[in-house]
């Protein structure tokens, strides 16, 4: 089980954090992702982090989102910087066993989402 939380209302040029806890099983060997949709379009990759340290991102998050993984507490966090209207989406976190992938249907678990919402 994947529960997101930290989303809100923000200002353009504004930082957000977003938290992501996995619980009910081992995620050892996991990789934890952050996917994205906004109203109307396609949910979007944003970052994958494995357990062992290394992951990717979107080109868009590259410089300007960083993902961490707390593997003691089985959490992902995703800090967003210079937040921009056209990241405003909702935001889910999702998981898969082994190395990660930029495809949502690559993912076995997902959270709920959290709605990050940017005025301009």
């Known amino acids: 089980q994947l529960q997101a939380s930290g989303g809100g209302l923000v200002q353009a040029g504004d930082s957000l954090s977003l938290s992501c806890a996995a619980s009910?099983?081992?995620?050892?060997?996991?990789?934890l992702a952050w996917f994205r949709q906004a109203p109307g379009k396609a949910r979007e990759f944003v970052t994958f982090l494995h357990d062992d340290g290394k992951g990717g991102y979107a080109d868009f998050a590259k410089g300007r989102f960083t993902a961490s993984r707390d593997n003691a507490n089985n959490r992902i966090s995703l800090r967003m910087n210079n937040l921009k209207p056209e990241d405003t989406a909702v935001y889910y976190c999702?998981?898969?066993?082994?190395?990660?992938?930029?495809?949502?249907?690559?993912?076995?678990?997902w959270g709920q989402g959290t709605l990050v919402t940017v005025s301009s």
């Open positions: 999702a998981g898969r066993p082994g190395w990660g992938r930029s495809s949502a249907t690559s993912y076995d678990y």
């Open positions: 009910g099983r081992s995620f050892s060997g996991v990789t």
